[in-house]
């Protein structure tokens, strides 16, 4: 059983940077891949970057490429993500999750290959 606990979210105006914090506990992040999803107002939920621990594969949905940064800290068994340039689009309730059979996809409709979630963590781009 993996218990994960997003945190770091909060207002930024567009431009701005935010860093998000997963941490795991319960279960190291071997053997696991954790994404990231994210689900704005009246909107599905979209995965917007995974990670696969077993090989370190990283993909991004298109619309944070190039913007936002996947890492993490074994020792803390903590996963952050980055998130720079921020756009008011990328408002939305953050959350990570784990996918105990290592699938690492990005994109909508993919919220059942995820096991274990976080609360989720408001982040709000305004000016």
């Known amino acids: 059983q993996v218990q994960l606990v997003e945190s770091g979210g909060g207002l930024v105006q567009p431009g701005g940077s935010l860093t998000l914090t997963c941490a795991a506990s319960?279960?190291?992040?071997?053997?696991?891949?954790i994404g990231w999803f994210r689900q704005a107002p009246g909107k599905a939920r979209v995965g917007v970057v995974c990670?696969?621990?077993?090989?370190?594969?990283?993909r991004y949905a298109d619309a944070v490429k190039g913007r936002f940064t996947i890492s993490t800290d074994n020792a803390k068994n903590s996963v952050f993500l980055q998130m720079n340039s921020l756009k008011p689009e990328d408002t939305a309730v953050y959350y990570c999750?784990?996918?105990?059979?290592?699938?690492?996809?990005?994109?909508?409709?993919?919220?059942?290959?995820?096991?274990?979630w976080g609360q989720g963590t408001q982040v709000t781009v305004s000016s």
């Open positions: 999750a784990a996918d105990p059979q290592e699938r690492c996809r990005v994109g909508y409709g993919i919220e059942n290959e995820y096991d274990y």
């Open positions: 319960g279960s190291t992040l071997d053997d696991v891949t």
């Open positions: 990670w696969r621990s077993r090989d370190a594969t990283i």
